[in-house]
């Protein structure tokens, strides 16, 4: 089993700035898709970007061109930077990581982005 811990999340003003870590205790070399969902208060969870093996990348459309996803060269961390964020970007966002036998979740971080 792989653990996925996440971190980096906190409070900020709109227009501020967060990068989202997401650590895994082991490499993932097979990896499929590493990917960030969030989810707010009463809504469902929702994909906010994702990373295929061959570096295809995919964003929702309310976070396009404010969010960047990264995948660090050992395969063992994703990152999230997060620029002019909104109040509607309140969420508790995950980290997600599968392959084909596999599909981790990491326990999320609370974003609160004040106005």
């Known amino acids: 089993q792989v653990q996925l811990v996440e971190s980096g999340g906190g409070l900020v003003q709109a227009g501020g700035s967060l990068r989202l870590s997401c650590a895994a205790s082991?490499?993932?070399?097979?990896?499929?898709?590493m990917a960030w969902y969030r989810q707010a208060p009463g809504e469902k969870r929702e994909l906010v970007a994702s990373?295929?093996?061959?570096?295809?990348?995919t964003y929702a459309d309310s976070v396009k061109g404010r969010f960047t996803i990264s995948v660090g060269s050992a395969k063992n961390a994703m990152y999230l930077q997060m620029n002019s964020l909104k109040p509607e970007d309140t969420a508790v966002y995950y980290c997600?990581?599968?392959?084909?036998?596999?599909?981790?979740w990491g326990q999320g971080t609370q974003v609160t982005v004040s106005s």
């Open positions: 997600n990581s599968n392959g084909s036998r596999w599909d981790y």
């Open positions: 990373m295929s093996s061959g570096g295809d990348t």
């Open positions: 082991r490499s993932l070399l097979s990896f499929k898709t």
